[in-house]
Every structure is written in structure tokens, then in C-alpha cells.
T-cell receptor
């Protein structure tokens, strides 16, 4: 069964620091990968997604993620964080293989990011 | 355009009771996902409905069930409530051909 692991539960950074949040998944087939963000008091929303093509994908608010198939990873990065990036970040995966009509989107446990002003 | 709406916002029940949670997807969305968000556990996949059919379910006992109505709204039922069912239940919707999920604000279920 597919699964998603986010090893960083809580990350604390100062403004302007660089960010990298880890995400690993376990599924050997073709996958669709996502990062969602939940800002305080707001709904979960899509940050970026990877389906195919260029493994480096860019999302909203200066975020990007790199799909490394050999490492089963899809880490989220941002060169310089801002206080407004304080939020919880969730990695998600959907298998898009042979039985994609029954495939589901599953999420990791989330990483809470706190930015010190 | 209205987003995904969930009701009620809060629900307090006692052990052994039954809870019904409701979700209205965005207009034009035919797919509804249900997730349980318990403290520290992230989003646990519960159920996925598409075009009125249950497409997949997560590793939850059968007392978690649901359905999708012809207007694509959905209902999640939890029978024989247990204390550990206390959590935020999130509903999300999408179109069949787009994998982007749109989330509601959730129903906070407290089991006493």
C-alpha cells in the first residue's frame, strides 16, 4: 500500500532562511505528487503539484519542489522564507497507474513551520 | 462561487452514539473525499466517492460509512462512537479530470 512520510514534524526558522521540507512516499509505480498548505484559520489549499515532465515544479508564493524518482522523494523548498509562510504543510500522493480509477489521494502527517520575525 | 461547505461546524456526542456529518461540494465537482485529522496524525484517508459510487475506502472499521447523493453532496456516518473518533473531519471535492482538491473547513467531532 502506498504511504507518505514527512519526517519533520515542526520546523522553526528565522525570516530569510532557506527552507527544505522532506517528503518520501512508498509506491513503485507512476505517481502524482502534491504539496498542500494550511495557513492559520484557513482551509487547506494546493501549493504545487507534479504529474509528469520537468521534475522541478514551481508553485505559488515562491515555493518549488523536486521529484527524485530514485529516492521516492518530493521535497519542498523555498530560498527565503517570510513570516507569512507560517503554516502547516502536507505532502500528498496519488498513484496514477493501471487501476487509477480506484486510486486515492493520501497525505503525510504534516510539518508545522514556524517563522520567527 | 461557494466553496466546499461542511455541517455542522462542531458536533458533541457521547460514546456509543451515532454521528452524521455533511458535505456540499463545489458546483460542478463530482468527486468527494473524506479525511480524519486527529492531533499529530495528519490527514487519514477515510472514503472517496465519485459520481455517486464509493471508489475507495481507507483502513477504518465498517462503522465508518457514507454515501453520495445524486446532487453530489455527501454524508459521513460514524456509528457506535468511541472516544478516539474525536477529530476534525475534512471533506474535499474535485472534478473527475482534475486532481486538485478543494477543502472545506471541517467538522470538529468531540466524543465524550
Amino acid at each position: 500500500a502506498q504511504s507518505v512520510s514527512q519526517h519533520n514534524h515542526h520546523v522553526i526558522l528565522s525570516e530569510a532562511a532557506s527552507l527544505e521540507l522532506g517528503c518520501n512516499y512508498s509506491y513503485g509505480g507512476t505517481v502524482n505528487l502534491f504539496w498542500y498548505v494550511q495557513y492559520p484559520g484557513q482551509h487547506l489549499q494546493l501549493l504545487l503539484k507534479y504529474f509528469s515532465g520537468d521534475p522541478l515544479v514551481k508553485g505559488i508564493k515562491g515555493f518549488e519542489a523536486e521529484f527524485i524518482k530514485s529516492k521516492f522523494s518530493f521535497n519542498l523548498r523555498k530560498p527565503s522564507v517570510q513570516w507569512s509562510d507560517t503554516a502547516e504543510y502536507f505532502c500528498a500522493v496519488k498513484d496514477s497507474g493501471r487501476y487509477s480509477s480506484a486510486s486515492k489521494i493520501i497525505f503525510g502527517s504534516g510539518t508545522r513551520l514556524s517563522i520567527r520575525p | 462561487e461557494a466553496g466546499v461547505t461542511q455541517s455542522p461546524t462542531h458536533l458533541i456526542k457521547t460514546r456509543g452514539q451515532q454521528a452524521t456529518l455533511r458535505c456540499s461540494p463545489i458546483s460542478g465537482h463530482t468527486s468527494v473525499y473524506w479525511y480524519q485529522q486527529a492531533l499529530g496524525l495528519g490527514l487519514q484517508f477515510l472514503l472517496w466517492y465519485d459520481e455517486g459510487e464509493e471508489r475507495n475506502r481507507g483502513n477504518f472499521p465498517p462503522r465508518f460509512s457514507g454515501r453520495q447523493f445524486p446532487n453530489y453532496s455527501s454524508e459521513l456516518n460514524v456509528n457506535a462512537l468511541e472516544l478516539e473518533d474525536s477529530a476534525l473531519y475534512l471533506c474535499a471535492s474535485k472534478t473527475t479530470d482534475n486532481e486538485k482538491l478543494f477543502f472545506g473547513s471541517g467538522t470538529q467531532l468531540s466524543v465524550l
